[in-house]
């Protein structure tokens, strides 16, 4: 028998119960003792084994997106983007890749309801023929915040006071009101969206710009959609109460359900790009997270379907291990220089590494299905067997070469050294268009959402003012609306 061609046994592989090392346990109903009402003793190795790992059956929960569900599937090509990228996934309609999707609330615990009042994450792994590309994304295509340094800031404002343990909206308004870029935001957040009914009928936005480069090396700047074959729909603050007291697990289970079914979700795929060339005629700096692309101006391009037809064999292995990082990409898919995108890329790898080990994308969740090699060895937890006594590169004793060279970005940048914002911030624009939108009624919801958070008693009248003030500047009549309800004056 050799060993080493043994798979890792699991729990059904045994009829019997056995230690982790694989002996015989006989009898896993009672602790072995000094008679039947004596002493416990501690030489019961399974007993210790036993209660030692149970100890250590959680591991540290995510900082943001810890509440989450997953689903495995496909994801099909549908159009030919090849002009625009040499990704080989894109290589012709009909090419299909296997995908594992995880959905997510942002800012509450891994055990919290699924009605909360939360943007939604949407993340995609692509198991590619040239490694897996992760596309990270959200319900909402904006963010808070436009530059990564106020990440911890923003999160720590919307998580609990960490001397209650509440969530209270007094932080949340005071740290946005020093950030009017905030509003893009919220414009989506204290609107109907905001609640999504479950995560079937919910739109994915990739928030972040990336860069797809064709063969011939032409870059375009990218955002990806995704929108759900059955509709967007939502549940109202009273809806959201009554689901989330009955089932606080409901999108979850609504998700499991459905594809267990057989009634498999759907969404399709599209994309909207613009030539870096031309990114000057915006009112707006397109690598500006907190600006969406109006599609008036800057149209969907279809591209694919997504369609997740099987529900994952394991939560832990398949949920809660499976990591993603928006730095993981393929060749034709590249960053751009979005200053929130190029922290996350550093980050999203740095937090896995600590939340799971350095040999995370060694776990089957998270590992490439392609052939795939590289000298990173040994850390905690490497379960890789590997026999090679060349361990560097390059080596006249290996064959190992380097891969065929593929395109990236090559433009030319310039510059000094600073700390600066942007200079196109246009904070009011497109918060104002998208509240004039609406109709009526959900301007009417939207206003009285923001008239609740902002009666909260330890929200000052200086930072009610500074939000009339902002609102003013997007839209007078909403300004207007505010003012006169929360009686005070625009602080501008």
């Known amino acids: 028998m050799d060993p080493y061609k043994l798979l890792p046994s699991n729990s059904h592989n045994a009829p019997f119960m056995t230690t982790n090392a694989g002996a015989p346990v006989w009898n896993d109903n009672h602790s072995l003792t000094v008679g039947s009402r004596g002493p416990v003793l501690l030489e019961d190795y399974h007993l210790v084994e036993k209660l030692a790992h149970f100890a250590r059956e959680r591991i540290p929960e995510r900082v943001v997106h810890a509440r989450g569900a997953s689903a495995k599937g496909f994801f099909e090509c549908t159009h030919d983007i090849s002009h625009l990228t040499c990704a080989d996934l894109f290589r012709a309609p009909g090419v299909q890749t296997p995908v594992i999707v995880r959905f997510s609330t942002v800012i509450h615990e891994r055990g919290s309801p699924e009605t909360l009042r939360d943007p939604r994450g949407f993340a995609v792994k692509f198991y590619t023929r040239e490694g897996n590309w992760d596309l990270l994304g959200n319900s909402i295509p904006v963010f808070f915040i436009r530059d990564a340094i106020k990440f911890p800031d923003v999160i720590h404002a919307f998580k609990p006071n960490p001397k209650s343990h509440i969530q209270e909206y007094w932080r949340i308004l005071d740290f946005c009101s020093h950030l009017p870029e905030s509003l893009s935001t919220f414009s989506w ?44 729909k939502c549940l109202t603050d009273e809806e959201a109460i009554k689901v989330g007291g009955s089932n606080h697990s409901h999108a979850t289970q609504d998700l499991y359900d459905s594809i267990a079914a057989g009634n498999y979700p759907e969404w399709k795929l599209y994309i909207q790009t613009i030539d870096p060339d031309h990114e000057d005629q915006f009112d707006f700096d397109p690598l500006d997270v907190t600006k969406w692309w109006p599609e008036d101006i800057i149209p969907l391009q279809p591209v694919g379907r997504l369609v997740l037809n099987k529900n994952i064999d394991n939560f832990f292995a398949e949920n809660e291990m499976l990591a993603f990082n928006p730095g993981i990409v393929v060749p034709g898919i590249y960053y751009s220089n979005d200053k929130m995108l190029q922290c996350r890329i550093f980050a999203y790898g740095d937090t896995q590494r600590h939340r799971l080990g350095p040999n995370y994308l060694m776990l089957p969740v998270n590992a490439p299905k392609c052939p795939h090699r590289n000298n990173h060895y040994d850390g905690f937890m490497n379960f890789m067997h590997r026999d090679e006594e060349v361990d560097y590169f390059p080596s006249r004793y290996d064959p190992t070469r380097h891969a065929e060279r593929y395109p990236i970005p090559s433009d030319v940048i310039t510059g000094r050294r600073e700390k600066a914002c942007i200079e196109k911030e246009n904070n009011f624009k497109q918060p104002g268009e998208r509240y004039r939108s609406w109709d009526p009624d959900r301007q009417e919801r939207f206003l009285n959402r923001w008239i609740k958070a902002l009666c909260d008693p330890r929200v000052t009248h200086e930072v009610r003012s500074i939000w009339v003030s902002y609102w003013s500047q997007a839209d007078r009549s909403l300004g207007q609306k505010l003012a006169s309800r929360l009686n005070v004056r625009p602080s501008i």
């Open 189 to 232: 957040f204290f609107d109907d969206v905001g609640i999504p009914q479950d995560y079937r009928h919910m739109e994915g936005f990739g928030v972040q710009t990336f860069t797809l480069v064709n063969k011939n090396g032409k870059v375009h700047y990218v955002k990806f959609h995704w929108k759900p074959t059955c509709g967007v």
